[in-house]
Structures are given as structure tokens and as C-alpha cells.
């Protein structure tokens, strides 16, 4: 299910990009292009305004009350019945909604920390804004963002004590 989000809902779309949807946000123009541009992309419309412009029966639409995007990502997963996939966490770019594309370590070089460099292995690109994405701390951010918004899913996975803070996501002592 792809999604655009409009003005009234704030950082919704960046929190559902993270969860791996396709969610346009309308920064732009009135209600009325918002809602056109929705219906002209097959998307759900996200809003929290109750004016709905009459731009066609055929506009899928919900509404949401909540003002925290953290809970207006659990309403739309709920009234969607939505469940979010494990492995499409973090597969878009969160500023541009594009899909990442995993890149070798050599085409990131001096790109990214040397000490992100050092330690990881596995990178990924937005192909618009040209963003390097790495497991790390804003990864993991996400997941126990997800762990929040979606109790009983497993995330964040249990924390070990010794993995300390800043380690960037490497699993000391675990399986990957
Ligand atoms: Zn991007």
C-alpha cells in the first residue's frame, strides 16, 4: 500500500518510510492538489483534516486524530490492518521515500566516518540525495521506534548490557 501524507500530519511520512512504506509527503499547495496527486498515484490519502476535497469517488482516504506521529503511525497500521515487514525496515530513504540500494564498502569510502568505515560492512544509497545509510545507531533508533509504536513485536530486541553505548549496531557476541 503506498501513502500520501499531507500537511496536517507533520513527520508521519518519514515514520512510515522508516517502517519500509512507500510514503509521499505533500508539502506543497492547497488540500485540493494534495488530495489529486494521491488519487493520480494510487495512494492512500493520510490526513488529519476532516475537509476532504471532492476530487473523486475514488480517493482512498483515513483519517487520523492523533497529533504525535508516533501515534498516528499506530493508528494507520491498525485501521489498515497493516503489519509492517521485518526485512523492509530501513529500505528507503527517509528524506526522499526513494528505495536504497545496497553499495560496496569502496563506494563509500570517505563518505562516511572512517570508524563507520572500519566497522561495518554493509551500506546503502539513496539514489536521489545520494545519503549513505550503514547499520548503526539511527538504524537501531528505528527499530526501537517500531518496538514503541508496535508493542509485542519483538523490537527493540532484548538488550545485552555489555554491548554499551555507541557501538554502532555491532552485535558483540551475537550471531550477525
Ligand atoms: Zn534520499
Redesign the pocket.
Known sequence: MKFLADRTTGKLAKKLRALGFDAAYWGGGPGEEAARAALTEGRMFLTRSRRIPAVGKDLQVTFLEANDPREQVREVLQKLHLRPSDELYFSR?L??N?ELHPVTKGEVEGRVPDFIYRNCDSFCL?P??R?VYWPGTHMDKMKEEVGRVLPGRGWPPARRESAGKGSYGRKEGGKE
Open positions: 530513504c528524506l526522499c526513494e539513496c536521489r540525495c545519503r
